[in-house]
C-alpha cells in the first residue's frame, strides 16, 4: 500500500500560517483520493479537505477560504496550506489515501484506508 508521513506542524499564533506536507511513498494509485484530516481530543476524526486524481478539491465549511489543498505529483506530495488560523483549529493533523474513482473525494474517515502519523498543530489566542 501507500505509506504516508506528515510534516509541518507547529505552534503559531492565530491569524498565522502554516503548511503541511505529506510525503507518500509505495504503490501509487492510478485512481485515488487524498485528504487531510484532524482531530481533537473528544472529538470525531474531521475531514478537512480532500483533492482526487482529478484535482476536484473538497473543504470543509469551518476551513473554505482559509486552507488550500494541494498536490505535486512529481515529488509525490500532498499540501495543505493553512491560512488564518484560529484557535479552534488546533488538533492532530493526519494525512490520507485511498483508492477511489470519485470525482469529488469523500471526506469521511472511514472511506480512507491509508493513514500517516499525525502532526499536531497548535494555534493560540
Known amino acids: 500500500q501507500v505509506h504516508l508521513v506528515e510534516s509541518g506542524g507547529g505552534s503559531v499564533q492565530a491569524g498565522g500560517s502554516l503548511r503541511l506536507s505529506c510525503e507518500l511513498s509505495?504503490?501509487?494509485?492510478?485512481?485515488?483520493?487524498m485528504g487531510w484530516f484532524r482531530q481533537a481530543p473528544g472529538t470525531e476524526r474531521e475531514g478537512v479537505a480532500t483533492?482526487?486524481?482529478?484535482?476536484?478539491?473538497y473543504y470543509a465549511v469551518s476551513v473554505k477560504g482559509r486552507f488550500t489543498i494541494s498536490k505535486d505529483t512529481t515529488k509525490n506530495t500532498l499540501y495543505l496550506e493553512m491560512n488564518s488560523l484560529r484557535p479552534e483549529d488546533t488538533a492532530i493533523y493526519y494525512c490520507?489515501?485511498?483508492?477511489?474513482?470519485?470525482?469529488?473525494?469523500?471526506?469521511?474517515?472511514?472511506?480512507?484506508?491509508?493513514w500517516g502519523q499525525g502532526t499536531q498543530v497548535t494555534v493560540s489566542s
Open positions: 483533492i482526487g486524481s482529478s484535482g476536484a478539491t
Open positions: 490520507a489515501a485511498t483508492v477511489s474513482m470519485a470525482w469529488i473525494c469523500p471526506a469521511h474517515y472511514n472511506d480512507y484506508n491509508d
Open positions: 509505495g504503490h501509487m494509485y492510478a485512481s485515488y483520493c
